[in-house]
């Protein structure tokens, strides 16, 4: 299984109202359907793990540009 990422505070607290709405329904009976509030959650950590690649890739770039423009002013 990955590793989760870091969720931000919303994602945590839709993650755990979704929970607790799966909870709520599995007291009402085990043939009670959950698969759409497990959908929204597999969304938001799917959101997550995006969200985070793209800050990884950002960083990256950010790195990359200022190694660039740091070997520019040495030549100077």
Request: without cysteine.
């Amino acid at each position: 299984m990955a590793k989760d990422p870091k969720f931000t505070t919303t994602e945590i607290a839709k993650i755990g109202w979704y929970t607790a709405r799966m909870a709520k329904r599995g007291i009402a009976g085990e043939n009670v359907h959950i698969d759409d509030l497990t959908r929204k959650v597999d969304r938001i950590i799917d959101g997550a793990r995006e969200r985070e690649a793209q800050q990884a890739a950002d960083l990256a770039e950010a790195e990359k540009a200022a190694r660039k423009e740091r070997a520019k002013n040495v030549r100077k």
